[in-house]
């Protein structure tokens, strides 16, 4: 499976965006996802998973209650609704598929098929 996130952009703090992950390949609708971010001079995070059919999700704590992780398997497609942004949502955000580990796992090690990101920077 191949990823390409994108729609990332430039955003005011409070401002909202969509990101969305396009994936080739059947693989895609049979497994979890996952959506990470990549501040500078930082360690890659986890941001938001979600299981292949789509029903149950979960998210890092400091984005609880302002972004919201969806798929829509017969598009090949997930997304990252963000709303609320604050300037430390800033950076470069990825999109991947569970490999492995348990359910609501947040290892990055638990995760592969990396595509470019698309960055994000919250700033006035």
């Known amino acids: 499976v191949q990823l390409q996130a994108s729609g990332g952009g430039l955003v005011q703090p409070g401002g909202s965006l969509r990101l969305s992950c396009a994936a080739s390949g059947r693989a895609f609708s049979s497994r979890d996802m996952g959506w990470f971010r990549q501040a500078p001079g930082e360690e890659r995070e986890f941001v938001a998973g979600?299981?292949?059919?789509?029903?149950?999700?979960y998210y890092v704590d400091s984005v609880k209650g302002r972004f919201t992780i969806s798929r829509d398997n017969a598009k090949n497609t997930v997304y990252l609704q963000m709303n609320s942004l604050k300037p430390e949502d800033t950076g470069v955000y990825y999109c991947?598929?569970?490999?492995?580990?348990?359910?609501?796992?947040?290892?990055?090690?638990?995760?592969?098929?990396w595509g470019q990101g698309t960055q994000v920077t919250v700033s006035s």
């Open positions: 991947a598929l569970k490999l492995g580990g348990p359910w609501a796992t947040k290892s990055v090690a638990d995760f592969g098929s």
């Open positions: 979600i299981n292949w059919r789509g029903i149950n999700t």
